[in-house]
T-cell receptor
Framework: QQQVKQSPQSLIVQKGGIPIINCAYENTAFDYFPWYQQFPGKGPALLIA?????SEKKEGRFTISFNKSAKQFSLHIMDSQPGDSATYFC???????????FGAGTTVTVRA | ETGVTQSPTHLIKTRGQQVTLRCSSQ?????VSWYQQALGQGPQFIFQ???????GRGNFPPRFSGLQFPNYSSELNVNALELDDSALYLC?????????????????FGAGSRLTVL
């Protein structure tokens, strides 16, 4: 049973565009929502994370929007660059839990 | 500070064989987790080790087993390999965290071991 559903599977944007990746979860006990970025041949790396007590968090060009009532959260990449081309995974967990539940991933391609 | 290193990077086995994958955790990290990433999918939690003991397990059969050593390095063993075991196996280390990540499992992943079962 997939606990975190992620969409779209892939998207292509032009440089400067804003790719948006959406995730939804079912388990209301989840209270930690990170995003990981994975380049080909590399392991995923933590990009940004949010707790459900805030509706938005920004770190550089990356923004997470969080809707607790809808059990949804999304990643926006502002002013996207070709170097942002990667696969992005949303994830969720409970505090002090030992495992992360990952979405299926979104491959983002930013064309120059 | 060295990151998480895994070996081997690629390997090919045949169905029914056994495989051992190795992982060295990032300096200062005392917890190791293993994830399986099938092609085109997100990582799936296999198990976690803390203080040389299994600290939690995902929905994987007993033929997936592991070890953690006193230096926090770890092994993943898979017996009786099946075709569906073909995947990228990711090791991740972690340690207690602060701030927004406090209490959360912040993972530092290695590049993975690509296993192909024929």
């Amino acid at each position: 049973q997939q606990q975190v559903k992620q969409s779209p599977q892939s998207l292509i944007v032009q440089k400067g565009g804003i790719p948006i990746i959406n995730c939804a979860y079912e388990n209301t006990a989840f209270d930690y929502f990170p995003w990981y970025q994975q380049f080909p041949g590399k392991g995923p790396a933590l990009l940004i994370a949010i707790r459900p007590d805030v509706s938005e968090k920004k770190e550089g060009r990356f923004t997470i929007s969080f809707n607790k009532s809808a059990k949804q959260f999304s990643l926006h990449i502002m002013d996207s660059q070709p170097g942002d081309s990667a696969t992005y995974f949303c994830a969720a967990s409970r505090s002090n839990d030992y495992k992360l539940s990952f979405g299926a991933g979104t491959t983002v391609t930013v064309r120059a | 500070e060295t990151g998480v290193t895994q070996s081997p990077t690629h390997l090919i086995k045949t169905r029914g064989q056994q495989v051992t994958l190795r992982c060295s955790s990032q300096s200062g990290h005392n917890t190791v987790s293993w994830y399986q990433q099938a092609l085109g999918q997100g990582p799936q939690f296999i198990f976690q080790y803390y203080r040389e003991e299994e600290n939690g397990r995902g929905n994987f059969p007993p033929r997936f087993s592991g070890l953690q050593f006193p230096n926090y390095s770890s092994e993943l063993n898979v017996n009786a390999l099946e075709l569906d075991d073909s995947a990228l196996y990711l090791c991740a280390s972690s340690s207690p965290t602060l701030g927004v990540h406090s209490g959360a499992n912040v993972l530092t992943f290695g590049a993975g071991s690509r296993l192909t079962v024929l």
